[in-house]
């Protein structure tokens, strides 16, 4: 239900910027572990250093003004709340992924995890249910 306050052309931009860094990030978590799989080059390129920060960064700001124009808070409403907490073990994974893990069974087990999580996420999002198989 959105806010009194909420321009709705507002939460419209908002809410295609989020789901543009959402492709872009999942897309980029997909390649970084194709290419950490493979030792590719590419991962020790400057931009591939610091573009997914910066994907992530304006995917986060994007997502806080969501919900700020929407008035929907997590801890609030129960699917934010999943969201959150499956967010969290989507950083989580993906760091073990792409960099913590020394054995290679444990990156590519963090790996289909973090996928399975982020794939959780996007259902939640579209269905606005903590499970999202009905």
Do not use: N
């Not at 950083?91 to 959780?120: D, E, H, N, P, Q």
């Amino acid at each position: 239900m959105p806010s009194i306050f909420a321009d709705p052309m507002s939460y419209a931009v908002a809410k295609y910027i989020h789901i543009v860094c959402v492709a872009l990030s999942g897309s980029l978590f997909l390649l970084r572990g194709i290419w950490t799989w493979r030792h590719a080059a590419i991962l020790r390129a400057r931009w591939m250093r610091f573009l997914p920060h910066v994907i992530d960064t304006v995917l986060l700001a994007s997502a806080v003004t969501m919900v700020i124009l929407s008035a929907q808070y997590p801890f609030v409403q129960s699917w934010l709340t999943a969201k959150v907490i499956a967010l969290v073990a989507y950083i989580a994974l993906g760091s073990v992924a792409l960099k913590s893990a020394k054995r290679k069974s444990v990156r590519i087990w963090a790996f289909v995890a973090a996928l399975a999580m982020f794939t959780y996420i996007v259902g939640v999002a579209i269905t606005k249910h903590v499970l999202i198989v009905s």
